[in-house]
């Protein structure tokens, strides 16, 4: 039974594996190599021991909580074991019966698991599309949330958050905001893409796993949301905190955040890539993500496999994590990629497509 679900995959080209090799990064969301720093200012206690309601909580999660609400310009924090458990926590407790939540039809996973955990009703709204996203916010009674990523995952384009503020002004809306992939890269320090374009939030999701280099997520907003999560989020409640050692470190990154030039370096490095690599089938993004079109999971599970024979990290994207045709290879940028390793990788890309 597993294994007809298995063949079929296969002979899609669509198999998952797992895949761990040393070649040139241009694929992990390490945007800013954090994950390799040594603070290591912290005794090492393996585990926290509980949930955070019982005996996993200690002051280091409300010192975390404190300077990552402060950070992020928002009320409160509440940290969860990841960004996937955060959208599970917010999207399935926060929404209620009656509810309606309209999100982008890009959204992450994470999201739509929440959603479908929960009882508010849902559909989405065309990528970064407003006249469809007016269009279903005008035919929608009741409390109303609206999802979107400030960068989106496998695209690596922004949200229109300006306009989409307005939006929910305009219909009374609550705007989420996951900033995932825009912690620590966009705003002046890396508040995110909500901080600089100046727009207000309901809440918002920053993981720590990808340019913070560790792991774990907070939800930002007002303290009601969090005590309303502490209560009602079964993904906070329902499990074991994560270890003091993994707050410290999250300590330590937003430290790292407001002295570092990294993220200065990578800017210049997405801006000297796009300067290299022209083509239309790059989707448009000022991001670390720059996503290249290619279509069909055997012709672009080629075009990576190629690539990694030149000696770069770089994985193909295919469908069904993708629309199918979408399918692409995605490079992640970094700040410690080299411009002589990115020109190469453009030399080659150049070649291959
Ligand atoms: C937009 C978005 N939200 C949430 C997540 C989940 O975050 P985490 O990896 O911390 O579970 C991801 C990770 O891929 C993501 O891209």
């Known amino acids: 039974m597993l294994n007809n679900k298995l063949n079929e995959r296969k002979k899609a080209a669509a198999l998952r594996v797992l895949q ?18 040594e603070w290591r200012n912290y005794e090492l206690e393996n585990g926290s021991g509980g ?45 209620s019966k009656g509810d309606t939540v309209i999100y982008d039809e890009y959204c992450h996973a994470s999201i739509r698991d929440g959603l479908r955990l929960g009882v508010a ?25 609206v999802a979107v990523e400030s960068i989106y995952s496998m695209d690596g384009d922004s949200a229109p958050l300006k306009e989409i503020a307005i939006l929910c002004k305009e219909y009374n809306a609550y705007l989420i905001v996951d900033e995932a992939h825009a912690t620590g890269i966009f705003g ?3 508040e995110g893409l909500s901080i600089q374009e100046d727009i207000e939030t309901f809440a918002r999701i920053h993981t720590f796993g990808k340019a913070l280099g560790c792991h774990g997520a907070a939800i930002t907003g007002s303290k009601v949301l ?29 430290l790292t955040l407001e002295n570092t030039v990294e993220n200065k370096v ?79 990788l453009c030399k080659k890309l150049n070649q291959l497509l």
């Open 266 to 344: 990578l800017h210049n490095n997405i801006a000297f890539f796009k300067s290299l690599f022209k083509s239309t089938t790059l989707i448009p993004s000022d991001s670390p993500i720059q996503s290249i079109i290619i279509g069909g999971n055997e012709k672009t599970r080629k075009i990576a496999e190629q690539l990694q024979a030149s000696g770069f990290d770089i994985r193909p994207i295919l469908h069904p994590t993708i629309p199918e045709g979408s399918e692409r290879i995605r490079i992640c940028l970094h700040s410690f990629n080299t411009q002589e390793e990115i020109t190469v």
């Open 51 to 95: 949930s955070r309601l019982i005996s996993g909580h200690s002051p280091i999660f409300d010192k975390a909580e404190k300077k990552i609400a402060h950070f992020h310009h928002a009320e409160d924090a509440l940290i969860f074991n990841a960004g996937y458990n955060a959208n599970l926590g917010l999207f399935s407790a926060v929404p």
């Open 20 to 37: 761990a090799n040393k070649l040139i990064d241009f694929c992990s969301n390490d945007y800013l190599r954090f994950s390799k720093k």
């Open 226 to 254: 969090k005590d309303f999560l502490i209560n009602f989020s079964r993904p906070f409640i329902y499990t074991t905190a994560l270890p003091k050692h993994s707050i410290e470190n999250i300590i330590s990154a937003y």
């Open 188 to 190: 002046e320090n890396g």
């Open 121 to 145: 009703r849902n559909f989405s709204f065309q990528h970064n599309n407003m006249l469809d996203l007016k269009e279903k916010l005008s035919r929608t009674n009741g409390a109303i949330f």
